[in-house]
């Protein structure tokens, strides 16, 4: 053998990295979750008060089941509409299904603060919508209809979100082998038993995972509630994101967002166990 | 052979698809060109068209300010990310490796987890250790969150080196280092770079990690959303506008190489 020291050092340094930069930062603050303020000084100790407040406080609590909510709507938006998308697609051949492929994925690479300002130049007060409702004389002057309540939040996400589920069910039907569909049609089956007893089973298990990354996307976001919510869209990032502004209370914002891991780490869980089951 | 419901189903299915694509992109396609026209009570007037925009976003500081950032930002996390990613693949796939399976969940966890946790628990821990905010933090918060996906392709395009490259190499006489400097680093080359241009699309646009780490400092995301905050503007317009560019020509560059990868494998 030739040194081994300096390849081992190389490793260990570069093994380590990933260790001090994730999961210690992640560490801190779960244990600054167990912290409380003191004149708005951070006082180490131990107590689970962060934790009891959280579940006693209607504003925090509700908050987040609120939440949990509006992330399964999107989810079940977005698993309505891309199912049914990513079929299309997979059912194309050639030139046709590269291109719309292409096309629903190419919205994953816009920047997300983009996404957002463009839908806001359309639902907006000042927006085109509202411009030709007015010019059209169907409204008299511009209305807030379309912004700025719990509806815009939920149909924003969902456009926001919308191909990060289709990608995925799109990448499991094709993992189908084709012959599988063919036996099933030489066999007699109609086109909906095929689907129904062939390719639906077979990509579930890639879908439900899909979906439940969808879910997590959603969670996490904390710029779509506050950008075309306004006041009505309070959801539970935005809570987090306060204590750590304005509200000022790192510890308790470190112990909501302790309990938002645990939920995201719960879903990523059932989402890896589901593409585990994939037979295909 | 297509039956009737079958095609029925292919009719509605193609004409979901086309509305949803249609709701997708004409938002992005309005703010283009609102960005080069006026636009009153809902008609566009196509004689107003001028760059001016375009022209007055340049002189725009903050805008240039934001601009260097980003770049500066993008090209150190990319980079350290990429080095990062070659390392840590190698010492997957070597076998004295230890505590394997906690240093792979590390690297994909922030990718995974919703933004907010990376961000704030990069905030709590530069605090707590004195470290001001600024360039440096969201470097490291960028390089944390973009490995994974640089790692991932390096490690597959690994996994799949034959290794009688690597033995027929040492038969020949070279060293440990001449081997990985003439063989396995040019047969990683070509994942690296597909790696390093997604990690600088997703660098790039990376806006919810960021905003716990910049502290004073913007970068082209962060001074987007204080812009938009503040109202429209048609200078906004033309400034999205040129991100989306950005982005289209990354998602180009990404889809070419994707399907190099494919029909050469090598």
């Known amino acids: 053998m030739e040194r081994l020291l300096p390849r081992v050092l190389l490793f260990a340094l570069a093994a380590c990295l990933p260790l001090v930069l994730v999961l210690a930062p992640i560490g801190t603050f779960l244990v600054l979750s167990f912290f409380h303020m003191e004149n708005s000084q951070i006082v180490p100790s131990f107590w689970l008060a962060n934790y009891a407040n959280f579940f006693r406080n209607w504003t925090y609590f509700g908050t987040f089941l609120g939440t949990l909510w509006l992330c399964a709507q999107v989810t079940a938006i977005c698993m309505l509409l891309g199912y049914p998308i990513a079929w299309f697609v997979w059912r194309r051949s050639g030139a046709l299904r590269y291109f719309l492929l292409l096309l629903t994925v190419l919205p994953l690479f816009m920047s997300y603060i983009v996404k957002l300002y463009t839908i806001r130049s359309v639902l907006g007060l000042n927006g085109l919508l509202n411009q030709a409702l007015v010019g059209l004389g169907i409204l008299g002057k511009p209305s807030l209809l379309f912004m700025f309540n719990q509806h815009a939040v939920l149909g924003t996400m969902a456009v926001l979100y919308l191909p990060f589920a289709i990608l995925p069910i799109f990448l499991t039907l094709e993992r189908i082998p084709a012959n599988l569909v063919e036996a099933s049609r030489d066999l007699g089956a109609s086109p909906w038993s095929t689907f129904r007893y062939v390719v639906f089973p077979l990509a579930l298990p890639g879908t439900i995972a899909g979906a439940l990354f969808t879910f997590v996307l959603a969670l996490g976001d904390f710029v779509t509630p506050q950008m075309v919510g306004g006041t009505t869209g309070f959801t539970f990032g935005r809570v987090i994101w306060s204590q750590f502004g304005l509200a000022y209370n790192w510890p308790f914002g470190a112990a909501m967002a302790a309990i938002l891991l645990a939920t995201a780490l719960l879903i990523i869980a059932l989402a890896s166990y589901s593409a585990s089951r994939q037979r295909i | 052979m297509l039956n009737r419901s079958e095609r029925i189903a292919d009719i509605l299915a193609g004409l979901l698809t086309a509305l949803v694509l249609l709701v997708l992109y004409a938002p992005v396609f309005i703010s283009a060109i609102f960005s080069v026209v006026q636009v009153n009570d809902g008609r566009i007037m196509w004689e107003t068209f001028s760059l001016q925009n375009y022209v007055s976003m340049w002189s725009n500081p903050s805008v240039i300010d934001a601009l260097r950032n980003t770049a500066i930002v993008?090209?150190?996390?990319?980079?350290?990310?990429?080095?990062?990613?070659?390392?840590?693949?190698?010492?997957?796939?070597?076998?004295?490796?230890?505590?394997?399976?906690?240093?792979?969940?590390?690297?994909?966890?922030?990718?995974?987890?919703?933004?907010?946790?990376?961000?704030?628990?990069?905030?709590?821990?530069?605090?707590?250790?004195?470290?001001?905010?600024?360039?440096?933090?969201?470097?490291?918060?960028?390089?944390?969150?973009?490995?994974?996906?640089?790692?991932?392709?390096?490690?597959?395009?690994?996994?799949?080196?034959?290794?009688?490259?690597?033995?027929?190499?040492?038969?020949?006489?070279?060293?440990?280092?001449?081997?990985?400097?003439?063989?396995?680093?040019?047969?990683?080359?070509?994942?690296?770079?597909?790696?390093?241009?997604?990690?600088?699309?997703?660098?790039?646009?990376?806006?919810?990690?960021?905003?716990?780490?910049?502290?004073?400092?913007?970068?082209?995301?962060?001074?987007?959303?204080?812009?938009?905050?503040?109202?429209?503007?048609?200078?906004?317009?033309?400034?999205?506008?040129?991100?989306?560019?950005?982005?289209?020509?990354?998602?180009?560059?990404?889809?070419?190489?994707?399907?190099?990868?494919?029909?050469?494998?090598?």
């Open chain 2, 74 to 266: 993008a090209v150190s996390a990319v980079a350290i990310a990429s080095l990062l990613a070659v390392l840590l693949a190698l010492y997957a796939e070597w076998p004295g490796a230890i505590f394997r399976r906690g240093i792979e969940i590390a690297i994909y966890l922030p990718f995974l987890l919703p933004p907010i946790v990376t961000g704030l628990s990069l905030l709590v821990s530069s605090a707590q250790l004195g470290i001001s905010r600024g360039l440096a933090t969201i470097i490291i918060g960028h390089t944390v969150f973009v490995l994974a996906v640089a790692y991932r392709l390096v490690l597959t395009r690994l996994q799949s080196m034959p290794r009688a490259l690597v033995e027929a190499s040492y038969d020949l006489g070279a060293s440990r280092l001449q081997t990985f400097r003439f063989i396995t680093l040019p047969y990683l080359a070509s994942a690296i770079v597909t790696g390093a241009v997604l990690a600088l699309t997703l660098s790039f646009d990376e806006t919810l990690i960021s905003v716990f780490l910049a502290g004073d400092r913007m970068t082209l995301p962060l001074r987007l959303w204080a812009m938009m905050r503040v109202g429209f503007s048609p200078e906004i317009n033309a400034l999205v506008t040129l991100v989306l560019l950005v982005s289209l020509v990354l998602a180009a560059l990404v889809a070419a190489r994707l399907r190099i990868g494919n029909s050469n494998p090598e």
